[in-house]
């Protein structure tokens, strides 16, 4: 915020504004609330077996949650729709450009009070779970979007909902809302100024994303390349014999799972993840596995270890997910992370190091051809679900010891290097996000007077 502020003018003249978390405002700026700046309503009374692929799109709570964020357009953002019918029993609950979209409900009280606004004319509806704001005054909606995104106003309302486990946010919550208001002029100036740095911002956002995408690509290239052809170009090869794998050198061994374990695969413990007890074995669950193979610190559970002791990890243990969203996920377990068993939907694997390096399968696991497999099982099967008997029919190439090490290494060194460029992607994108955050407080409160502000030719 001190930078911003040095960058650009402040306005001459201050006031207290007579609210705590906000501190001064431009002197000449009034304070409200929403009560008087908008009318409310709420969304459909519909269920998600009411939507349709086809009819009048819908916005649901989920889209303002995870999807579009600050705002949604019909033409750039798929939406799931309701029967052309409710335009005559529910015409309440229609759109019009300019209006904010609140989600009612949410799982966690940093997302209180996220909304979506409409940037479109397109006829569109408010879906479940939503409330309505329609501003009085069009002119001002873009304002009205950037002053909710603010985290001035997303602190106030924080401390306004009420919920444990879930957070609700009512009109009359969002009516309570108290907001400060340049004049007409300076709100469509502050809302022209920030849509023009807010999409500068943007870009570089997508940039960072797009090569994160690319990156986790290559990342992944370099593994199915290294475990199939390993590292000399000029190896003789044959056909595997598996249609997924293609071809492998011609010294290199194929095997299913089953006859490169040491013991029979083995289902997880079927308990509730609710005890957080650093003393006893970490539960371990698909979830808590990030995408660089480590574990989150924040999502820790714990079994006592009269439970956990038919379950308890091994260095080198492969588990794998064998059902839900997250069906294939893979994680190998290292002494390093402490005690820990396992949970019951995830399969364990105690490779033969006799045979292969535990790790050599793992790395298999990150490949796109075993990707392929899994979709390929999936397709056979009516629900997300891969069980021990499947996994045991997984096919590998398995070279011999000594060359699955060099190979493991050389993978290895090329992940490192992978990984720390896309974290530096990921810091720098935190970094631009929290830019625009602080760069929408300024302007929204009068940290930072735009009045003079002309867009660049």
Same mark, same amino acid.
């Given at each position: 915020?001190?930078?911003?502020?040095?960058?650009?003018?402040?306005?001459?003249?201050?006031?207290?504004?007579?609210?705590?978390?906000?501190?001064?405002?431009?002197?000449?700026?009034?304070?409200?609330?929403?009560?008087?700046?908008?009318?409310?309503?709420?969304?459909?009374?519909?269920?998600?077996?009411?939507?349709?692929?086809?009819?009048?799109?819908?916005?649901?709570?989920?889209?303002?949650?995870?999807?579009?964020?600050?705002?949604?357009?019909?033409?750039?953002?798929?939406?799931?729709?309701?029967?052309?019918?409710?335009?005559?029993?529910?015409?309440?609950?229609?759109?019009?450009?300019?209006?904010?979209?609140?989600?009612?409900?949410?799982?966690?009280?940093?997302?209180?009070?996220?909304?979506?606004?409409?940037?479109?004319?397109?006829?569109?509806?408010?879906?479940?779970?939503?409330?309505?704001?329609?501003?009085?005054?069009?002119?001002?909606?873009?304002?009205?979007?950037?002053?909710?995104?603010?985290?001035?106003?997303?602190?106030?309302?924080?401390?306004?909902?009420?919920?444990?486990?879930?957070?609700?946010?009512?009109?009359?919550?969002?009516?309570?809302?108290?907001?400060?208001?340049?004049?007409?002029?300076?709100?469509?100036?502050?809302?022209?100024?920030?849509?023009?740095?807010?999409?500068?911002?943007?870009?570089?956002?997508?940039?960072?994303?797009?090569?994160?995408? =690319?990156? %986790?690509? &290559?990342?992944?290239?370099? #593994?199915?390349? /290294?475990?199939?052809?390993? !590292? +000399?170009?000029?190896?003789?090869?044959?056909?595997?014999?598996?249609?997924?794998?293609?071809?492998?050198?011609?010294?290199?061994?194929?095997?299913?799972?089953?006859?490169?374990?040491?013991?029979?695969?083995?289902?997880?413990?079927?308990?509730?993840?609710?005890?957080?007890?650093?003393?006893?074995?970490?539960?371990?669950?698909?979830?808590?596995?990030?995408?660089?193979?480590?574990?989150?610190?924040?999502?820790?559970?714990?079994?006592?270890?009269?439970?956990?002791?038919?379950?308890?990890?091994?260095?080198?243990?492969?588990?794998?997910?064998?059902?839900?969203?997250?069906?294939?996920?893979?994680?190998?377990?290292?002494?390093?992370?402490?005690?820990?068993?396992?949970?019951?939907? =995830?399969? %364990?694997? &105690?490779?033969?190091?006799? #045979?292969?390096? /535990?790790?050599?399968?793992? !790395? +298999?696991?990150?490949?796109?051809?075993?990707?392929?497999?899994?979709?390929?099982?999936?397709?056979?099967?009516?629900?997300?679900?891969?069980?021990?008997?499947?996994?045991?029919?997984?096919?590998?190439?398995?070279?011999?010891?000594?060359?699955?090490?060099?190979?493991?290494?050389?993978?290895?060194?090329?992940?490192?290097?992978?990984?720390?460029?896309?974290?530096?992607?990921?810091?720098?994108?935190?970094?631009?996000?929290?830019?625009?955050?602080?760069?929408?407080?300024?302007?929204?409160?009068?940290?930072?007077?735009?009045?003079?502000?002309?867009?660049?030719?």
């Amino acid at each position: 915020m001190a930078e911003l502020v040095t960058k650009y003018q402040r306005y001459a003249e201050y006031k207290d504004s007579g609210v705590e978390w906000l501190g001064k405002i431009p002197s000449h700026w009034e304070l409200s609330k929403l009560r008087y700046m908008f009318s409310f309503g709420r969304g459909l009374t519909i269920t998600k077996a009411d939507l349709l692929d086809t009819g009048v799109p819908c916005v649901n709570y989920g889209e303002v949650h995870s999807k579009y964020g600050f705002e949604v357009d019909p033409k750039r953002h798929y939406l799931k729709c309701v029967d052309e019918g409710y335009l005559q029993s529910s015409p309440y609950a229609l759109l019009t450009q300019g209006d904010l979209v609140f989600a009612d409900t949410s799982e966690d009280i940093e997302g209180s009070g996220n909304f979506t606004q409409l940037v479109s004319d397109d006829l569109i509806f408010a879906g479940y779970h939503t409330v309505i704001a329609r501003p009085f005054d069009r002119q001002c909606s873009r304002f009205y979007a950037y002053l909710m995104d603010s985290k001035e106003i997303r602190t106030q309302v924080r401390h306004m909902v009420k919920g444990v486990k879930v957070f609700s946010i009512t009109q009359s919550i969002l009516k309570g809302v108290r907001i400060w208001l340049p004049s007409l002029d300076e709100r469509e100036t502050i809302a022209n100024f920030l849509d023009f740095e807010t999409a500068q911002i943007d870009t570089l956002i997508d940039k960072q994303k797009t090569l994160i995408q =690319l990156l %986790k690509e &290559k990342r992944q290239a370099v #593994i199915s390349h /290294a475990v199939t052809k390993g !590292l +000399n170009p000029d190896a003789p090869l044959k056909d595997s014999g598996v249609e997924w794998l293609g071809e492998v050198p011609e010294h290199w061994g194929v095997s299913k799972l089953k006859y490169l374990i040491s013991e029979p695969l083995q289902y997880g413990a079927n308990e509730a993840a609710e005890d957080v007890d650093k003393t006893q074995p970490r539960f371990v669950r698909i979830t808590d596995v990030l995408p660089n193979g480590n574990l989150k610190d924040d999502t820790f559970r714990s079994l006592p270890q009269e439970i956990a002791e038919p379950y308890m990890l091994m260095d080198g243990d492969v588990l794998l997910a064998r059902s839900g969203g997250t069906v294939g996920k893979s994680f190998i377990y290292r002494d390093s992370w402490g005690k820990c068993c396992f949970a019951g939907y =995830l399969i %364990k694997a &105690k490779i033969d190091e006799e #045979i292969t390096p /535990a790790e050599w399968f793992y !790395l +298999n696991t990150l490949t796109d051809f075993y990707w392929k497999w899994i979709e390929s099982i999936q397709i056979q099967a009516t629900i997300q679900n891969v069980s021990a008997d499947k996994y045991n029919s997984f096919v590998i190439a398995v070279p011999p010891l000594e060359e699955s090490y060099k190979i493991i290494s050389y993978i290895n060194y090329n992940l490192e290097v992978f990984d720390t460029l896309v974290m530096k992607a990921e810091q720098a994108i935190q970094l631009m996000q929290e830019r625009r955050t602080a760069l929408i407080s300024a302007a929204v409160t009068g940290k930072i007077d735009v009045r003079g502000w002309v867009a660049p030719e």
